[in-house]
């Protein structure tokens, strides 16, 4: 191989190099996202695993079992006592009392001042939400008026992590870590495969180094 051959193959070979350097980088910086996407949704099933509701329960917090236990809801605590209900009532910060719609008949004492229209107060998650945030309050009748009923000293609200819940987040987790798992090892993979090509190349270039020396060594010799 002439000089200038060999110089056109080390420039083509050092071309070849510097691509594959940069793709080695941009498969590590690749790998380094999904191992952050890997602790992200370590940290969603974590938080999945200790997501806690509220369940109605006649022994209160010394239930040990969520699985039977109904979700604490509107319809439950204001529901009639005949009907099974607790024959409670909801109010929110303001003093209101919160309702899925206005009565009608509107009481003779009351006012539409009076009541807090919350359409959604029937869904368990949106109902428990505002107990947790202090949005709203339970309210028992006792001898002096309506009193408030705290959840946490409560005698017949439960919180519990619900087993339904545990189990969709752990397998919901496992089959995301499983996916960016063969992800991963797909990147490893291809950074080996770099990197064999990398060693193959610089090789070469070692090669060619030697015959451009060994040409020029010659040209000296011929003109010295």
Request: glycine letters at 6%.
């Amino acid at each position: 191989m002439g000089l200038s051959a060999s110089q056109g193959r080390l420039l083509t070979l050092t071309a070849r190099k510097n691509n594959i350097e940069y793709q080695i980088q941009q498969t590590t910086q690749a790998k380094m996202l999904l191992a952050n996407e890997m602790d992200e949704e370590a940290t969603l099933w974590s938080d999945g695993m200790n997501i806690q509701h509220l369940y109605y329960s006649k022994d209160g917090c010394n239930a040990s079992r969520t699985d039977d236990l109904p979700r604490l809801s509107y319809q439950l605590v204001t529901g009639s006592t005949e009907d099974g209900g607790l024959g409670m009532q909801v109010r929110d910060s303001f003093g209101r009392l919160i309702v899925p719609e206005l009565p009608d008949p509107m009481p003779d004492d009351k006012t539409v001042a009076d009541y807090a229209v919350e359409p959604y107060c029937n869904q368990a998650d949106y109902f428990e939400t505002n107990l947790k945030t202090g949005n709203w309050v339970i309210q028992r009748e006792t001898r002096d008026g309506w009193t408030d009923e705290s959840i946490e000293g409560s005698t017949f609200i439960y919180q519990g992590v619900d087993s339904g819940d545990y189990e969709e987040a752990n397998n919901e987790y496992d089959e995301k870590v499983a996916k960016l798992q063969r992800i991963d090892k797909k990147f490893d993979m291809r950074i080996q495969q770099l990197a064999a090509e990398q060693q193959a190349i610089e090789t070469e270039m070692d090669s060619v180094k030697k015959v451009i020396d060994k040409n020029i060594e010659e040209t000296f010799k011929t003109f010295g």
